[in-house]
């Protein structure tokens, strides 16, 4: 939907990897997760709009976070919605979704990679494998 609508967003899974850096810089929230809760958060005017949401589990954190940019090299079609999903890829093993305001290409961002260009289909087999993997506490 957000796709559709050129919505843009940033949504971050945690995984394993502590993100309270970056949850102590936005906005604390503490709601389970609903569609409508998350268009809500990037709907243009609101508040909440610009920076990160973070998803730990099946709860909404914190909205409005400052995520750190890529220092590196990236295609000249990045925003910095992807530079900052690319950013925190590098740094933490946070799965990052991306939607870009001016196309709505759906990215997503993981280990220091982005895959571009994602259907719905795509994003949730690519957001399932993610989560599902095991981490090395689980091992």
């Excluded at 940019?69 to 530079?83: A, C, D, I, W």
């Amino acid at each position: 939907d957000m796709s559709e609508g050129k919505v843009g967003a940033l949504i971050v899974f945690r995984r394993k990897d502590d993100l309270q850096f970056i949850i102590e810089g936005g906005i604390a929230i503490d709601a389970k997760i609903t569609m409508s809760l998350i268009k809500n958060l990037f709907f243009k005017n609101s508040p909440l709009h610009d920076g990160a949401v973070i998803i730990t589990g099946s709860r909404i954190v914190a909205a409005k976070c400052v995520l750190p940019s890529t220092q590196s090299e990236v295609p000249l079609s990045f925003g910095m919605r992807h530079r900052a999903a690319l950013g925190l890829s590098e740094m933490c093993d946070a799965v990052v979704v991306v939607v870009s305001e001016e196309t709505g290409t759906v990215s997503i961002a993981h280990e220091g990679k982005v895959n571009s260009g994602l259907s719905a289909t795509e994003l949730k087999a690519e957001l399932m494998n993610y989560t599902n993997k095991p981490t090395e506490e689980k091992k």
